[in-house]
């Protein structure tokens, strides 16, 4: 018990342990402390930057294929190969080394334990090595832009047989080394996964019952068990794959005659390989969505000073959206040449994921009626990502309505729709995060006033590059084009707007910068935060040192009584009752 | 209260954006009217929820910012409302999803007596065949291929000798008929697009795919590979002219069989039948 400072009390046993607490592992030497650290705090630190740091590669590469669409052929350097090298490494690295590592990575090493009450993960030795595994993945795949040939170019999706012949750049080296990579990255993130889920299953304090945990956690742990039941089907596709490529096995590849040569393939199926990947990554959107969703709620709540909206329902909506996005990958393959008759059951799954879609929605927004609304950076953030995601949803449903997805694919409007969705929205939500927990992480608070220059910049900045994009792929310009040329259904002016948004995405790249030097300026010279700055009910913020030492709680593990929303409670001396803050009289809190 | 009007200010400007701004679909050419009304009604329904939603967030953060003394209501859930908006949600959805299905389903039955055509893929050109006389495509396989055998038609299969291959041209087809795209491709995947058609599919190597459509405008267009098939992929253009039944009777005249094609390979014949 940290915190027992509140108004009256009753005497309440407190519920009984689930489970004991640990013997710790305690670092011997500094290489043990510093660099093969088992503290999920340092890890979590280790995955995050390892994250931003292969995604400021990934933005770059954005300004180069942003730089060809706006003035194709201006500059010499982005030929073909290189376009769609930096589209190909672009997306693989947003979407998986980049989102997939912070989301699950970072914040559930960070937030798990803290959260449900535990001194760390429950398997800390495992957490630290998929850590060093999640780092040679991404090692290897920065190898591939050393080798020759290059990088693979088959875009992201990696599509056999296109992404192992000649054809296509990178396909010597590059590719062999992007699936190895991502063989790795899924063994590693494995690792980690068995962690979070075991960590919230089995690790929680007492009282933490599943029904009160932060919406954060549930999210995360939703997406980690959807993780681990998706990335197999990229493992698979991956190793058949690198042997389709290395020793001339035909899993995905039929009779091919390429310049008037046959190839030695035959039998196989490209169709095959799209719904392995595709059995992943759908899902993927979601395992990075739903750490999004949770820790959103938690701002939304936090800052509004109010209960999130219909926390139950935000719950079975997290278990629905995990359940049925496993059963809608074929809204990737409408036109993909399988049985037609699929697009039927699939548009239907898809179309009702966007229910509890929806109901997460409404509750964000009516959480914030008769609210007491804060407009801190991390507030603006979660603002910005209802506004983003609710855009990018709402396209999804042209995309998942089978007809009207026919001629609506493999054009900007995709583009335009899941950088929405699945890139700003998240991405908004990592910077909301951040501002909100860099105080318990560092004991600092971030500068306000950067945050929300920085904030301002990046939301609106953002929705200028990525609203006026869904209308090129109305006019019907396809993606993955290195250039258009002249066509007739494209107007002139399109070219306008070509540039318009290359502009808008060298002003929102650039803009990061005042992100970058606010969390390097305010570790030296922010305010100090003291341990709650936002007077927060969930434990981690009730922890006995900021930022919290090693084993998290001090000699006593907490114990909790209450959900993490009782905001405003009528009659509790403030507007925040902290989990583990004793009950009041008369007190009815889930 | 200017968080609120810039929230305002971005779904005024997504709004005007969509009415004024001069990028909307390029003119339709085929029967596909059909999904583009669904398209509008899928824009007017989810506009209709954007903007509820946003302007409704941005009433809030007016009306509910924080302000000396205010304190947020304490409410964990309202089962009724959920329920409402669930519902509604719902209605909404089926609205949108039951024509969509319908028209799918039209999309993929082809109408009877549909003119047969094929478009075959490989990087980076498109090459068209037309079933000759008897009116029947003849079977290929990519093991066929060779110098003289571009296409890979069995050369014993009866049905292929008549049929007429327009290479590296233009694809001509008659307005006014059900046309069914056969789909083939010998290298990578390829995919077959019209953007004034609004139809298009993947061309998958290895098996045969399909779309329908019936051209209702005469003139030019350009077919685009929509599916990333290596650096070539955005030259990998031809075009469709749709012209009355009699030029295209006359132009398909000046074309060759796949016999015709042949003539004087006797030897090459031999060869490929040995296979
Ligand atoms: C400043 C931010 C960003 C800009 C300006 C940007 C821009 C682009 C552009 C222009 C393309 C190529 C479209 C094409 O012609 O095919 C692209 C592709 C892509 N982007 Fe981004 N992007 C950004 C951030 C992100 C983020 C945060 C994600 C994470 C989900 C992401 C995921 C992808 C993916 C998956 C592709 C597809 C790659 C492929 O076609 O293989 N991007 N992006
Ligand atoms: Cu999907
Ligand atoms: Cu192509």
Redesign the pocket.
């Known amino acids: 018990m940290t915190d027992a400072t509140l108004g009256e009390k009753e005497n309440v046993l407190p519920p009984p342990a689930e489970v004991e607490d640990v013997e710790l592992y305690h670092a011997k030497s500094w290489l043990t402390h510093y660099v093969f650290s088992q503290d999920a705090k340092y890890i979590a630190i280790q995955y995050a930057g390892t994250a931003i740091g292969i995604g400021l590669v ?2 770059v590469m ?1 300004w180069v ?2 730089l060809q ?1 706006a003035f194709p052929g201006a500059i010499p350097f982005i030929d073909a190969s290189r376009y769609y090298q930096a ?2 490494m ?3 690295i ?2 998986v080394y ?2 997939t590592a912070i989301f699950l990575g970072g914040f559930g090493n960070y937030l798990i334990p803290l959260m449900v009450g535990a001194r760390d993960m429950v398997f800390p030795y495992v957490n630290m090595l998929s850590y060093w595994v999640y780092l040679l993945a991404t090692l290897v795949l920065v190898a591939s832009f050393f080798v020759p040939g290059g990088p693979t170019g088959a ?3 990696l599509y056999p047989p296109q992404a192992i012949m000649s054809g296509t750049p990178g396909n010597d080296y590059g590719i062999i080394l992007m699936l190895a990579s991502l063989i790795l990255f899924i063994v590693g993130f494995t690792m980690g996964g068995l962690n979070y889920v075991v960590t919230v299953l089995q690790g929680r304090t007492r009282g933490m019952t599943l029904m009160r945990m932060p919406l954060t956690v549930w999210g995360i742990f939703a997406a980690a068990v959807m993780a681990l039941l998706a990335f197999p089907g990229l493992f698979v596709a991956c190793v058949m794959l690198l042997l389709d490529r290395t020793l001339g096995t035909s899993f995905f590849m039929p009779s091919i005659v390429e310049g008037g040569e046959h190839l030695k393939y035959s039998g196989g199926s490209p169709i095959l390989f799209q719904h392995l990947f595709w059995f992943f990554g759908h899902p993927e959107v979601y395992i ?1 969505a739903l750490p999004a969703f949770g820790i959103v709620s938690d701002l939304i709540s936090t800052h509004a000073r109010k209960n999130i909206f219909g926390y139950r329902m935000m719950v079975w909506a997290i278990v629905a959206i995990g359940v049925l996005s496993m059963v809608v990958w074929g809204h990737h393959m409408y036109v993909s040449g399988m049985n037609p008759l699929f697009g039927f059951f699939f548009a239907v799954t898809t179309l009702a994921i966007a229910l509890p879609t929806a109901i997460k929605v409404y509750n964000w927004v009516l959480t914030l009626w008769r609210a007491d609304i804060h407009f801190t950076t991390p507030m603006l953030f979660a603002l910005g990502f209802i506004v983003t995601f609710v855009n990018g949803g709402i396209t999804g449903l042209y995309l998942g309505n089978v007809i009207v997805d026919v001629p609506l694919s493999a054009t ?1 409007f995709v ?1 335009a729709h ?2 929405m969705v ?3 929205a ?2 908004l939500v990592i910077f909301g995060a951040i501002y909100h927990w860099y105080p318990k992480i560092t004991g600092r608070m971030l500068d306000e006033t950067l945050g929300k220059i920085h904030f301002w910049i990046t939301f609106l900045g ?1 929705y200028a ?1 990525f609203f006026p994009m869904h209308y090129l792929g109305l006019v019907g310009v396809p ?3 290195y250039e258009l040329g002249e066509t007739a259904f494209v107007p002139h002016s399109a070219a306008a707007l070509n540039i318009f948004i290359t502009v808008a ?1 060298l002003i ?2 650039a803009a990061q910068a005042i992100f970058f030097f606010n969390v390097f300026w305010s570790l030296r010279h922010g305010k100090p935060s003291g341990g709650n700055p936002w007077r927060a009910t969930s434990l981690e913020w009730q922890t006995p040192e900021t930022p919290p030492g090693h084993g998290n709680w001090g000699k006593e593990l907490p114990i909790v009584y209450r959900w993490a929303y009782a905001y405003s409670v009528p009659g509790a001396p403030e507007d925040y009752l902290p989990q583990n803050a004793p009950p009041l009289k008369g007190e009815h809190s889930p | 209260m200017l968080v609120a009007l810039i929230m305002v200010a971005v779904v005024a400007a997504s709004l005007l954006f969509h009415f004024l701004s001069p990028w909307r679909m390029t003119p339709i050419a085929s029967n596909w009217g059909y999904i583009d009304n669904m398209m509008g009604a899928t824009f007017w329904i989810t506009a209709a929820g954007f903007v509820a939603v946003i302007l409704f967030m941005a009433y809030c953060l007016f009306r509910f910012r924080h302000q000396e003394g205010r304190r947020a209501a304490y409410e964990p859930e309202n089962q009724k409302l959920e329920g409402w908006l669930a519902i509604g949600t719902t209605i909404a959805v089926i609205a949108l999803l039951a024509p969509g299905l319908f028209v799918w389903g039209q999309f993929i039955n082809v109408p009877e007596g549909a003119m047969e055509v094929e478009a075959m893929g490989q990087q980076w050109q498109w090459s068209f065949r037309f079933p000759g006389a008897d009116n029947r495509l003849g079977a290929t396989d990519a093991l066929f291929i060779d110098a003289n055998n571009p296409y890979g038609l069995n050369p014993n299969d009866p049905r292929g000798q008549d049929d007429i291959l327009a290479s590296g041209g233009d694809l001509h087809l008659p307005i006014g008929k059900p046309i069914k795209m056969l789909l083939r491709s010998i290298d990578v995947l390829h995919d077959f697009y019209v953007p004034e058609f609004r139809a298009k599919m993947d061309l998958v190597p290895g098996i045969v795919t399909y779309f329908w459509f019936t051209p209702t405008k005469t003139g030019e267009f350009e077919i685009l590979c929509a599916a ?1 098939c290596g650096t070539g992929h955005p030259q990998m253009r031809a075009k469709v002219v749709i012209e009355s039944e009699d030029d295209f009777k006359t132009w398909l005249a000046t074309q060759q069989t796949f016999a015709q094609s042949r003539r004087g390979e006797a030897a090459h014949d031999r060869r490929a039948s040995a296979r």
Do not use: N, Q
């Open positions: 990934a933005l954005s294929i942003r669409l589209v190909t672009h997306g693989m947003m979407v980049m989102l875009g992201w999706t990075v900007m583009v899941f950088h699945m890139g700003v998240p991405v953002a590059i993606r993955r084009f995405a929102v790249g | 990333f």
